[in-house]
């Protein structure tokens, strides 16, 4: 009778530790998705628009780069829209992908402002 016990009380235990994991890991996708979101909308974007609007400003830019840089901001925009509108939020690749997307545009934002094009 006590090892039917002690069986059944271990076996508790490891359902409660393989619930409490899952649990976690859920909770830990959904802050990712988090953190991504409001780092690249927010922080990354808005840096973005700044550094074209700063190269306009001072001529760095021309107005037909600037605008061919600002419509790939709205492209990628709209991509990270539609994937997360089209059921359950962005998964971590689709967010890696949009991630890399938008490092590729700082790094073309800079390229552009720092060539020897001049308004």
């Known amino acids: 009778m006590m090892i039917q016990n002690r069986i059944l009380s271990l076996s508790v235990a490891s359902l409660l530790g393989v619930t ?14 988090w953190f991504w979101r409001s780092r690249t909308d927010n922080v990354q974007s808005s840096k973005q628009q700044q550094m ?4 306009v400003a001072t001529g760095e830019l021309t107005r037909k780069e600037a605008r061919k840089l ?3 901001k709205r492209e ?6 539609d994937k997360e509108r089209s059921g359950g939020g962005l998964s971590y690749s689709e967010a890696e992908k949009i991630d890399r997307k938008q490092d590729k545009l700082s790094r073309e934002i800079y390229k552009q402002s720092t060539d020897d094009d001049f308004r």
Request: one cysteine or more.
């Open 20 to 33: 409490f994991v899952s649990a976690t890991l859920c909770a830990g996708t959904a802050e990712a998705r």
């Open 52 to 55: 074209i609007n700063n190269g």
């Open 70 to 72: 600002r419509k790939k």
């Open 76 to 81: 990628i925009a709209r991509e990270a829209r």
